[in-house]
């Protein structure tokens, strides 16, 4: 049988190529990830489930077990929840530029007051106005702040600029002098 799709609920012996057998109820299958869900094990009185993800690949043979009873009416049936995918998206997205920003704000080549200085400057301005260059904060390529992220350490990149009276706010402001 080529499809599992066909298999859901029916018991089956799954033997590894470790030679580990895991018994249980096929739940689903998903053969863009590779992926057999088990159920292996069931408590009527807590009704709790233990449940088992085997990558296919990993798999030796499969054994169905008893094929006449696939449908046990003493078993609840699992519930999957419905899942609202603009809200998951938008979670997503969000651990994700989470994760960027927090991967900016700290540099090896930098210290802890640096990317104190990073951070105050990314909540001021976007993410794409502030990167890293070596161990200095270049703002708007204008403002250049270098290491020790001192007011005496400000360079202007831009003659024109009005960033700087900003960025020496910000260093008052986080009590850098």
Same mark, same amino acid.
């Given at each position: ?7 859901? $609920?029916?018991?089956?012996?799954? #033997? ?6 895991? @018994?249980?109820? &096929? &739940?689903?299958? @998903? =053969? ?13 009185? #807590? ?6 993800? &085997? ?13 006449? $009873?696939?449908? $046990?009416?003493?078993? =609840? ?17 969000? @651990? ?10 700290? $540099? =090896? ?15 001021? *301005?976007? &993410?794409? @106005? ?17 290491? =020790? *992220? ?10 024109? #600029? ?16």
């Amino acid at each position: 049988m080529n499809n599992l799709d066909q298999l859901v $609920n029916i018991r089956v012996s799954v #033997t590894t190529i470790l030679e580990q057998v895991i @018994s249980g109820y &096929i &739940i689903s299958w @998903s =053969p863009t990830h590779d992926v057999l869900v088990l159920n292996t094990w069931f408590d009527k009185k #807590t009704l709790n489930n233990n449940i088992r993800f &085997i990558n296919t690949a990993f798999i030796k043979s499969i054994e169905v077990s008893n094929r006449k $009873n696939t449908f $046990n009416s003493h078993r =609840p049936q699992l519930q999957v929840a419905n899942i609202d995918i603009k809200r998951l998206e938008k979670d997503i997205n969000h @651990s994700i530029e989470e994760f960027r920003k927090d991967r900016l704000i700290h $540099n =090896p080549k930098s210290n802890d007051v640096g990317a104190k200085v990073f951070e105050k400057l990314l909540d001021v *301005y976007n &993410i794409d @106005s502030v990167k890293w260059d070596e161990s200095n904060i270049v703002l708007l390529d204008e403002v250049k702040i270098a290491k =020790p *992220y001192k007011l005496q350490n400000i360079t202007k990149l831009n003659d024109k #600029t009005k960033a700087t009276t900003q960025v020496e706010k910000i260093l008052k402001e986080l009590k850098i002098q």
